[in-house]
């Protein structure tokens, strides 16, 4: 049975940190692009950031140099570490496998894990 369960996140004030975790299952994790995205109350599911099977990542630009995406495929798990929160960065956080330059995601979502920054 495929399976995404993010966790990790947390209420943390502006300039914070937080450490989320996405373990995959019922996947053949190593061969998998994996993205996260984020999604605010009314607006899109957007993605944050992807990294791909040899670790290549790219970032969308309001996060970049705050937000580091990696991977450890003994434990099926990629990460994402985000330091400098900001309170624009409250969202629901997901991951997913993905597929092109358009970031088709492959896999059904998860229960994602809530990220709150105060100001």
């Known amino acids: 049975q495929v399976q995404l369960v993010e966790s990790g996140g947390g209420l943390v004030q502006a300039g914070g940190s937080l450490r989320l975790s996405c373990a995959a299952s019922?996947?053949?994790?190593?061969?998998?692009?994996m993205g996260w995205y984020r999604q605010a109350p009314g607006n899109q599911r957007e993605l944050v950031g992807s990294i791909s099977t040899i670790g290549r990542t790219n970032y969308k630009n309001s996060v970049k140099g705050r937000f580091t995406i990696s991977r450890d495929n003994a434990k099926n798990t990629v990460y994402l570490q985000m330091n400098s929160l900001k309170p624009e960065d409250t969202a629901v956080y997901y991951c997913?496998?993905?597929?092109?330059?358009?970031?088709?995601?492959?896999?059904?979502w998860g229960q994602g894990t809530q990220v709150t920054v105060s100001s």
């Open positions: 019922g996947i053949i994790f190593n061969f998998n692009d």
């Open positions: 997913n496998a993905y597929r092109g330059s358009s970031y088709t995601t492959l896999l059904p």
